[in-house]
């Protein structure tokens, strides 16, 4: 067990990729805050590793980058973009406890002037005329797959990203499958552990 905003919780627990849930801000203005995790097991929190990684590969483009954060969670990777310089982070998500969670951890963090909150099922938002962003993260419930239907969703609409923006679809490797996208292509994937991160990009009109 580890103990986490006061609760414990299994490491060892399968549904967590033998990851502690205790989760954190890891660099900029927010660098060190905690981040409340969502009670009970149906969000999918990126490993510290993982995140770290992530930004390490995103670096400085993200400072006034707009970023939309599908499947909100704990709006942990949203937050991380706002902490490193993001102009703006939209989080979607239509769980109860998932949306008390991340306003939570955008007032703990002092990032919730940079952060707008969305209730809804993501797939309805995705319908809406697009506006652009130069970052879409997908990080959907595992084994159901949402992150191939938001893909393709996404494909469909790509007017979602900016000209040279990125989908970053966050899922458990043992869930890849190479997607048939037209207007997306999959340019490069990293794996830490449980977590694989997919990246995508426009393809030249």
């Not at 406890?97 to 940079?114: P, Y």
């Not at 969703?153 to 790509?158: A, I, N, S, Y």
């Amino acid at each position: 067990m580890t103990l986490c905003n006061g609760v414990e919780h299994d490491i060892n627990d399968p549904l967590r990729g033998g990851q502690a849930t205790c989760m954190r801000v890891i660099a900029g203005k927010a660098k060190g805050r905690r981040l409340k995790p969502v009670p009970g097991t149906g969000t999918r929190p990126i490993t510290d590793r993982a995140k770290s990684a992530l930004f390490s590969i995103i670096g400085t483009d993200v400072i006034d980058a707009r970023f939309l954060d599908l499947f909100a969670g704990t709006g942990g990777v949203g937050i991380e973009a706002l902490s490193r310089g993001a102009g703006e982070a939209v989080f979607v998500e239509q769980d109860h406890a998932a949306l008390r969670t991340i306003r939570e951890n955008l007032v703990h963090t002092g990032l919730a002037e940079g952060g707008r909150v969305e209730r809804g099922d993501v797939f309805g938002f995705l319908a809406r005329p697009p506006v652009p962003f130069d970052y879409v993260y997908v990080a959907p419930p595992q084994y159901q797959g949402l992150w191939a239907r938001a893909m393709r969703l996404l494909d469909r609409q790509p007017d979602w990203l900016s000209e040279d923006g990125w989908v970053i679809a966050q899922i458990h490797p043992r869930e890849y499958e190479a997607l048939s996208l037209e207007r997306l292509r999959e340019f490069d994937q990293r794996s830490y552990g449980s977590v694989m991160l997919c990246f995508y990009e426009r393809v030249g009109d």
